[in-house]
């Protein structure tokens, strides 16, 4: 057994955990993090990677939730400008579009208009959107604005149909990397990260918790004032094993994600409503595809690895091809990602319709005991923050404004950042250099020291690139570095791939 004793135990690696282990450690509190595989390996890496108010959540009257994720919206870019960036939506306008009958929008409307039947009035959307603009205190991210499709670039992708559109702000993140920079930033603050350390079970002992963790093929103890189950889609199994009379329902749905070859050369998303009252999102995705998401589908249980189903494939090529000039088939999918969202059990007949909000369960009893309940990505800060105020209300908060590693800069600087770059590193392509900036920002510098040449690995994945994901981000293995650290693994040839494999295994 560990004798040295934490202030705070967490168990879990996705965005929750590594975020309140930063929170807690830069308060000063001893944190010790474990996460079964790699980090962000589960949910916190499979989000449609947006941190966004929630435009469809108005129509659930989610109003606290979705003000309080689009003032984080802005605070989140100004602490991460090389991992996020504002994106434009378009949403095209149709006299087809209907809300989700199970919306408490459409019970009210069909009740006070119900000659609408069921259908999505501009005008309407026009006022959610007026809300979506002024909710959450807007000051960096452009404004709504109507958009003439008929000429314009972003129609051109669309079938003739589409006239008008409205287009509006959300901004992109790399929720992966965000995980990573997390854990990072938490370690560097003094907390211990583990990965691929696997939690066995909890109990009190004389106020304090004695926690087993299995690792390495054996099992180790630790010691812990307080532990935090933020566990995700294993958080009512982890619970399970714990000893405390909390309990918790949670609804493990399943939202998948299709990746095609690029649809159209600018940079806008389009945000689509179906005529089944859901919504699909089409993003430009790693300079060459476009992403297509997300599915609400029920899931079966945590242990059961989300995939995306032949039948949630042919709902979303179904559902674009309905707004695109030229259409698209199952053929055409070069990569596909599931995750489990795991939310609140509200009650709600439909997966859509279940909230995305989070609950934390305090249990102080001798030794305390935090539960954290679903969450989105756009939340986690306040989350993480929320959750250390409960166990150690004496403690300041801190992390707003508080860049991650290497996002100490402004958002206006990015682009003078990758000349800065493309100056000192010029044997790298500028598709490399552009990368690099964006999931390092000013850590490229360090990263890349004075090098004049470096050793490619493929897809401009270079030796020393990986030397740094592997003693700074916790990287272990090839799929962790292609997948997760980075979206490699859509670019590198089989012979990469190979050659990654084959240098880590070599040192």
């Known amino acids: 057994m560990s ?29 010790t993090l474990v996460e079964q595989g790699d980090l962000a390996s589960g949910t916190s890496s499979a989000s449609t990677k947006l941190f966004h108010g929630g435009l469809r959540y108005l129509e659930y009257f989610e109003f606290r939730l979705v003000k309080e994720a689009l003032r984080e919206r802005e605070v989140l870019l100004g602490m991460m400008p090389h991992i996020s960036w504002p994106m434009r939506f378009v949403l095209p306008l149709s006299k087809d579009m209907r809300f989700d009958a199970e919306t408490p929008a459409s019970r009210l409307l069909a009740g006070l208009m119900p000659w609408m039947k069921g259908r999505r009035p501009s005008w309407l959307i026009r006022l959610g959107l007026f809300f979506y603009d002024h909710m959450g205190g807007r ?3 452009a404004a709504t604005q109507a958009l003439k499709l008929v000429g314009a670039v972003e129609g051109a992708v669309l079938d003739a149909r589409f006239e008008r559109a409205f287009e509006y702000s959300d901004v992109w993140v790399d929720d992966a990397r965000l995980v990573s920079l997390n854990a990072r930033d938490a370690a560097e603050r003094g907390a211990s990260i583990l990965t691929r350390a696997t939690f066995v079970n909890a109990e009190r002992i004389g106020g304090l918790w004695r926690i087993t963790v299995a690792r390495n093929g054996t099992q180790e103890q630790y010691l812990s004032r307080a532990l935090v189950n933020a566990a995700g889609p294993w958080v009512a199994q982890a619970l399970s094993h714990v000893s405390t009379d909390m309990r918790g329902q949670i609804r493990l749905v399943r939202g998948s994600h299709i990746v095609v070859p690029k649809l159209y050369d600018h940079d806008k998303c389009y945000f689509l409503q179906g005529e089944d009252g859901r919504i699909c999102f089409l993003i430009p995705y790693e300079d060459d595809f476009t992403l297509i998401g997300t599915t609400d589908a029920e899931h079966g249980a945590a242990d059961e690895k989300p995939e995306v189903s032949a039948r949630e494939q042919t ?3 179904d559902f674009v091809n309905g707004y695109l000039r030229t ?24 997966a859509s319709a279940a909230t995305r909000d989070y609950e934390l369960r305090l249990e102080r009893a001798d ?24 166990l150690v209300p004496a403690s300041r908060a801190w992390t707003k404004g508080v860049a991650l590693p290497g996002g100490n800069f402004e958002l206006a600087d990015k682009h003078a950042l990758e000349e800065q770059a493309a100056v000192k590193y010029p044997f790298l392509e500028a598709r490399t250099v552009r990368r690099l900036v964006r999931s390092y920002g000013l850590d490229v510098f360090d990263m890349l020291g004075d090098c004049k040449a470096v050793e490619d690995l493929g897809a401009g994945l270079s030796t020393a690139e990986v030397e740094w994901l592997v003693a700074r981000e916790f990287a272990q293995n090839a799929e962790d570095i292609l997948w997760r650290r980075s979206k490699l693994g859509l670019h590198m040839p089989a012979e990469g791939v190979a050659a990654l494999e084959a240098y880590l295994a070599a040192r």
């Not at 088939?329 to 990569?335: L, S």
């Not at 800060?381 to 959750?387: F, G, I, N, Q």
């Open 139 to 141: 000051k960096v991210l």
């Open 3 to 31: 004798e040295t004793i934490s202030d705070i135990f967490i168990i879990g690696g996705g965005v929750n955990g590594c975020g309140i282990a930063r929170d807690a450690a830069g308060r000063g509190l001893s944190v």
């Open 327 to 350: 259409e698209i088939t199952t053929a055409d999918i070069v990569w596909s990602y599931s995750g489990v969202r795991p939310l609140q059990d509200d009650g709600q007949a439909s």
């Open 315 to 317: 709902y979303l090529i």
């Open 367 to 390: 030794a305390a005991l935090l539960t954290v309940f679903g969450g989105k990505i756009t939340t986690y800060r306040k989350l993480s923050e929320a959750a250390v105020d409960l």
